[in-house]
């Protein structure tokens, strides 16, 4: 069939995890510039017992989508790296991701790209049928959620990062906090109240007020998971996904290196990452010489705003309301930034 090949397994160095996570986080707070290292710090830095994992993606089964291949990639060479963020509260054996992000780093020309992609997108899915693309990783787990970016993007993923979100937490407060200008601010009545609380179905209202603010942990999650009363819908929460992943890479520039052993123990066991030591001497190279005029953000808007999306709801979508793709925009805005 078009489009079959063999299954693609990803496996990183086998250099021990907490040096890993040390040396990574060394690189990126020598930075002290935002771009690649504020989207890498909250999820490469610290897969401390979790870095190295194998992902086994199955071949495309999609007419005209070619299966890639994945060579070893020479230095320097660019690459590209889906970032999943999801509940780890136990709600869910395999949750739903809260947000994916495709990453393009171009180590010689110091260049990033993030794609937001915004989880109601209804899709067709690598493990069959087709839903919200969210739920790709809930059946799944990595791989599906790869294959499913990868068939219907039209993009060839090499890295996956995993966050769960009471890591963000711990990442933020270990900082000590993040400053931004909320200028999309929050009012959710119905936000979910399931960290560190036995009963994990309860809802609370919630408000991060417009200004600047120096938010916590939870109040930073709360201020980028809200879905709620925002008047560009999902796509307000990603553009305050991101926002805060750069407040982030702000703060982490004033780390020093008796900072980074700390920080790690921190971030145990909240995130997973199947890079390995030859991305990070790349991501090194990247982030020493990086400039916020090299970051490009991407967010699929719906009309008026990008017209990449429309929203629906109904039947056809077992009675969801959901986030539509135009794919002549999609397609020509991935092909343009991922080649």
């Known amino acids: 069939m078009t489009g079959q090949g063999p299954a693609r397994r990803r496996r990183a160095s086998r250099l021990h995890p907490v040096r890993v996570a040390v040396l990574t986080l060394f690189c990126l707070v020598l930075s002290g510039t935002a771009g690649a290292a504020a989207y890498f710090f909250p999820v490469v830095v610290a897969g401390v017992g979790q870095t190295g994992q194998t992902v086994v993606v199955p071949p495309s089964r999609s007419p005209g989508v070619q299966a890639t ?70 059946y799944g787990g990595a791989a599906a959620a790869i294959a499913t970016v990868e068939r219907n993007f039209h993009v060839h993923i090499d890295e996956y990062a995993w966050v769960g979100l009471k890591g963000l937490i711990k990442l933020i407060d270990r900082l000590g906090g993040v400053d931004l200008l909320v200028t999309n601010p929050v009012l959710d009545d119905a936000y979910p109240d399931d960290i560190d609380t036995k009963f994990l179905y309860g809802y609370k209202r919630v408000a991060v007020l417009p200004g600047f603010q120096h938010l916590d942990g939870s109040h930073a999650l709360q201020y980028v998971r809200s879905r709620h009363n925002d008047i560009n819908g999902d796509f307000g929460r990603s553009a305050r996904q991101q926002q805060v992943l750069l407040a982030i890479k702000a703060k982490a520039s004033t780390l020093n290196v008796a900072d980074l052993p700390d920080i790690v123990d921190t971030l145990k066991g909240n995130f997973k990452t199947s ?29 008026p705003s990008g017209c990449y999306t429309s929203y629906d709801h109904g039947a056809a979508y077992g009675g969801q309301s959901v986030v539509i793709p135009h794919w002549s925009m999609v397609l020509a805005v991935t092909k343009a930034n991922f080649p």
């Open 69 to 138: 291949p994945a060579p070893s990639a020479a230095p320097g060479t660019p690459f590209t790296v889906l970032l999943l963020g999801s509940d780890d509260d136990g709600k869910n054996q395999s949750p739903l991701t809260q947000s994916m992000i495709l990453i393009r780093v171009e180590p010689a020309t110091k260049h990033v790209t993030m794609l937001s992609i915004p989880r109601d997108l209804w899709v067709p899915l690598s493990t069959g049928g087709s839903a919200k693309i969210d739920a790709a990783y809930a």
């Open 275 to 303: 890079m390995g030591l030859d991305r990070i001497r790349n991501l090194l190279g990247v982030a020493t010489a990086f400039d916020l005029a090299n970051v490009k953000q991407v967010v699929l808007y719906a009309c």
